[in-house]
């Protein structure tokens, strides 16, 4: 093979994938068979099956059981706004924040438990392998559907026999963690996040309504007051559904 002449299972997913984002394999069209595909590009049953697979790979086709391979419903994508810290809505978090704004169709459902921090987690919060934590997973959904997972870290060391030691319980439930922080004197200052992306892991797929082998965006949180982590957090996005959108303050 030339050099920057591309495999032969590669070129002929290209020219498929061409024909589904054109629109010439329209969504629910049946992907042609693996014969078809051999005859019509003159390679084997092998380079056929490695050009599905990439196809399914990249989510544009599905398979039915019995029935075949069909271009999959390509979603237009959402945005989620990540803007920052704002006062409002009586100190709610930024999720509500943008479902107030959008006609209050979004709803979230959590679960909280105290656990011990591993060693990754204590990293973020600076503290020790092994201290406890209060850790809270979210699923957030629109009209519905699942949006969005989070999961929330908390020490313990911070929290621990405050009113504000269960996020989604008490007289500041459901606030967000600006507010709740400055209920027990301690003045969030900065939060850093860090945008990333990875295959997302089955429950996580599960969660979301998503294919196995389905890219998610993982949104790394972190709330500090006066440099001392009081809170991290994973937010994670179904990137084939959503788009994490920044609209940020310029000082």
């Not at 093979?1 to 010439?24: H, N, T």
């Not at 069909?70 to 994508?77: A, I, M, N, T």
């Not at 509500?96 to 204590?122: D, F, H, P, Y």
């Not at 850093?192 to 993982?218: Q, S, Y």
Request: contains cysteine.
């Amino acid at each position: 093979m030339a050099f920057g002449e591309q495999p032969a299972y590669l070129r002929v997913a290209g020219d498929l994938r061409k024909k589904i984002v054109d629109g010439s394999l329209p969504p629910h069209t049946r992907l042609p068979s693996q014969a078809r595909i051999r005859e019509e590009y003159g390679v084997s049953d092998t380079v056929a099956l490695e050009a599905r697979k990439v196809l399914m790979a990249e989510g544009l086709v599905e398979g039915r059981s019995g029935s075949g391979t069909y271009v999959r419903e390509r979603p237009v994508p959402r945005k989620i706004a990540r803007t920052g810290y704002r006062a409002v809505n009586g100190g709610s978090t930024p999720f509500r924040q943008e479902q107030s704004a959008e006609g209050a169709r979004g709803t979230w459902e959590s679960r909280s438990e105290q656990v011990e921090a591993g060693a990754k987690i204590a990293e973020r919060l600076a503290i020790r392998p092994g201290d406890r934590v209060m850790c809270t997973r979210y699923v957030f959904r629109d009209a519905g559907e699942a949006m969005m997972l989070s999961t929330s870290w908390e020490p313990l060391a911070l929290t621990g026999r405050t009113p504000v030691m269960l996020p989604e319980e008490g007289p500041l439930g459901g606030c967000g963690v600006v507010e709740r922080m400055a209920a027990i004197d301690v003045v969030v200052d900065n939060v850093a996040e860090e945008v990333g992306a990875r295959p997302g892991l089955a429950e996580e797929l599960t969660a979301l309504g998503g294919v196995p082998g389905h890219v998610v965006i993982v949104v790394q949180r972190t709330y500090y007051a006066s440099g001392r982590p009081v809170e991290t957090a994973d937010v994670v996005v179904p990137a084939d559904r959503y788009r994490v959108a920044y609209h940020l303050p310029v000082k």
